[in-house]
């Protein structure tokens, strides 16, 4: 079964091009300990990785990261 873990250690940073729709062409950068929620969680069949991150004002963002679907 997978569960979230606070991350005790770690950051998350992004940043896009002008225009791109999920950045807004801004650099973001956050650290564990320095926001509400830094949490990290691998899926049950140990085939992806979730990062959340509540930081201020609200403001969430989740990365989901999944190695490529195999078929047989």
Known sequence: MAQAYSAASGTLSFGG???EPISGGQSYE???????MFDVQG??????????V?????TL?????AAPMVRS
Do not use: F
């Open 17 to 19: 091009d002008p225009g």
């Open 30 to 36: 956050y650290a564990a300990g320095a926001v509400q």
């Open 43 to 52: 899926s049950s069949d140990q085939n992806s990785l979730t990062v959340a």
């Open 54 to 58: 509540d930081a201020e004002q609200g």
């Open 61 to 65: 963002w989740r990365l989901i990261v």
